[in-house]
């Protein structure tokens, strides 16, 4: 059974950072698809970024140039580093697991961004 665990989500004040994690087990972690996507009440649940098995990654124009997606396949980690926070990227962040069969999502981690 999969299992994707978020922590590292808080309150910050807009131009601060974060540093999201997301610990993954029961799967096959190194040769699947990690991603990050956000949801606020009332949208639709977004993409973030996504970075494959091989670690090419993929970023939403909204983030890209302050966030950074990584991975780590020794520990079963994947990780979102988030710099210049804006107001705007408040939302509950989740993390995800694609694998051939279907994907994992994570419970989400809540990200504040203060003005």
């Known amino acids: 059974q999969v299992q994707l665990v978020e922590s590292g989500g808080g309150l910050v004040q807009a131009g601060g950072s974060l540093r999201l994690s997301c610990a993954a087990s029961g799967g096959i972690f190194t040769v699947n698809t990690m991603g990050w996507y956000r949801q606020v009440p009332g949208k639709q649940r977004e993409l973030v970024a996504t970075?494959?098995?091989?670690?090419?990654?993929n970023y939403a124009d909204s983030v890209k140039g302050r966030f950074t997606i990584s991975r780590d396949n020794a520990k079963n980690m994947v990780y979102l580093q988030m710099n210049s926070l804006k107001p705007e990227d408040t939302a509950v962040y989740y993390c995800k697991m694609a694998t051939w069969s279907r994907d994992y999502w994570g419970q989400g981690t809540q990200v504040t961004v203060s003005s």
């Open positions: 970075i494959t098995s091989g670690g090419s990654t």
